[in-house]
């Protein structure tokens, strides 16, 4: 995989949640308790956090100016000066956002909403084995902070 390869997961996210978001929205109220309507918010939160984190990954890249040509593996990582396993591999937020912040200032990755930020804080990628009821409208804005943030690669 190519670091380049991030960004286009993040807007290949963005277009599966773009399209979840349309079925979503064409649930009638009494369908909005179904285990598919459960299921699809859960998928569009799962695709959600993954722009984010591979919008994260990618900038990071870009900004130690990693070889576009280059692989993503331990060797070249170490040769380009990051820890792959442990600034790269990991699906926490927190952690890829502190190394973003030390390359630069400014693209943060969360919310001025509380309820955004929750939901940033408890992602991970086991979160799609889960059964938890999420509420759309959070989602939705889930969602749209994850396209903010995308636009700003």
Not at 50 to 68: N, R, S, T
Not at 104 to 114: F, P
Not at 117 to 141: A, F, T, V
């Amino acid at each position: 995989m190519k670091y380049t390869e991030y960004l286009i997961s993040a807007k290949r996210h963005n277009h599966a949640c773009r399209v979840l978001k349309a079925k979503l929205d064409t649930f009638d109220e009494v369908d909005l308790r179904s285990e598919e309507f459960k299921f699809l918010v859960l998928s569009m939160y799962y695709l959600s956090g993954y722009i984010i984190e591979c919008a994260l990954k990618f900038k990071i890249f870009e900004l130690k100016q990693y070889d576009p040509t280059l692989e993503i593996d331990e060797e070249n990582c170490a040769n380009a000066g990051i820890n792959y396993k442990k600034r790269i591999k990991t699906h926490n937020f927190n952690s890829l956002q502190n190394y973003l912040d030390s390359l630069v200032g400014g693209l943060s990755h969360t919310s001025d909403k509380h309820e955004t930020n929750r939901l940033l804080s408890e992602w991970n990628p086991e979160i799609r084995y889960s059964h938890i009821d999420l509420e759309y409208d959070q989602i939705k804005e889930f969602y749209a902070h994850s396209i903010q943030y995308l636009r700003k690669m």
